[in-house]
């Protein structure tokens, strides 16, 4: 029967052979509002990628006062040219989908608290609510990628900036990926809805996010090909974010799209397109949305060897 899409490529956690510049590789970290070492890991990922041949920029969701800032301090700390910055004014703008089909569900879904839950409240500091680039990170991602006509890439890297890696990020990960062309990397993903323990095997689903996506996405991609997935860390094709762009900016009733956990796996399966995981050995402990490392346990794991993906470093 055809191979499960879901495959785990011949190990890549020997020493990286690979040695010339990755220059039809990007590094994208996403950002708004990031703690005081994420500004140290954004320029050791930015260094890294400047010894190695890639390109890199950091995304900044400016609709709020503390992303602006942000926005501000890493200009002057990396260059303008190292930094994009975009709102949910810019996100609605391109991708009229979002307000027509999306929100109302988004709020639906989460009884019209997600915008509280994607930004909570720190110490010594207003909350405002959050944009939707904090549920919607596909279209974030195409407001840089379709911009990119200068800087050629064939795959981007995209990590959230509370992301730790234990190691040289484009040496010793994005090298070891050079020879997988799948469309989308991922850590894992599974699915949406599963069936009852009954008669009817009645597809259910307790994820508040199930039914957060455009018109058509819901006619054309049927319950049992939803999947969701981790967005810490994947890596995207140019190909599968061109037709990303094509599906979300399209005319209605054929635009497409969802709530990216839900979206990235389901569309690329829903493509045709294919999709890889990463090996075991990139993949640390924690590595959750609910996961914490402290600064004590990143400086361990620092020094353990093998460099392997953390989240979150909530510091």
Not at 40 to 45: F, G, H, L, T, V
Not at 53 to 65: E, N, P
Not at 275 to 298: L, Q
Request: proline fraction near 6%.
């Amino acid at each position: 029967g055809p191979a499960d899409p879901l495959w785990a490529a011949p190990s890549r956690c020997a020493e990286p052979s690979r040695t010339e510049p990755l220059h039809r590789t990007a590094v994208l970290v996403r950002s708004h509002n990031p703690h005081e070492c994420g500004y140290a890991r954004i320029k050791e990922y930015a260094a890294s990628s400047a010894s190695s041949g890639c390109t890199f920029c950091v995304s900044v969701d400016i609709s709020q006062a503390p992303g602006r800032q942000a926005a501000s301090r890493l200009q002057a700390e990396l260059g303008a040219n190292a930094v994009h910055t975009y709102s949910e004014a810019t996100l609605r703008k391109s991708y009229p989908v979002l307000a027509a089909e999306c929100t109302q569900r988004a709020d639906a879904g989460s009884k019209q608290h997600w915008r509280r839950w994607g930004n909570p409240v720190r110490e010594g500091q207003h909350c405002a609510p959050a944009s939707l680039a904090w549920g919607f990170h596909l279209e974030a991602i195409n407001l840089w990628a379709q911009r990119q006509h200068g800087e050629a890439f064939d795959f981007v890297w995209i990590l959230e900036d509370d992301v730790g890696f234990s190691g040289d990020l484009c040496r010793d990960l994005c090298a070891a990926y050079t020879a997988d062309a799948s469309d989308l990397i991922t850590a894992e993903y599974s699915p949406v809805f599963a069936p009852l323990p009954t008669r009817s095997r009645k597809l259910v689903s307790r994820w508040c996010w199930q039914q957060t996506a455009s018109d058509a996405f819901l006619a054309l991609v049927g319950q049992a090909d939803r999947h969701k997935g981790p967005e810490h860390v994947q890596r995207f094709s140019r190909r599968y974010l061109d037709r990303l762009h094509e599906l979300a900016s399209g005319r209605k009733p054929g635009r497409m799209t969802a709530w990216s956990e839900m979206g990235a796996p389901s569309l690329c399966l829903h493509l045709g397109l294919t999709v890889g995981r990463f090996d075991a050995c990139h993949v640390g402990t924690p590595f959750s949305p609910n996961g914490r490392v402290s600064p004590e346990e990143w400086e361990a794991l620092k020094k353990q060897g093998h460099g392997k993906l953390y989240h979150a470093l909530k510091f």
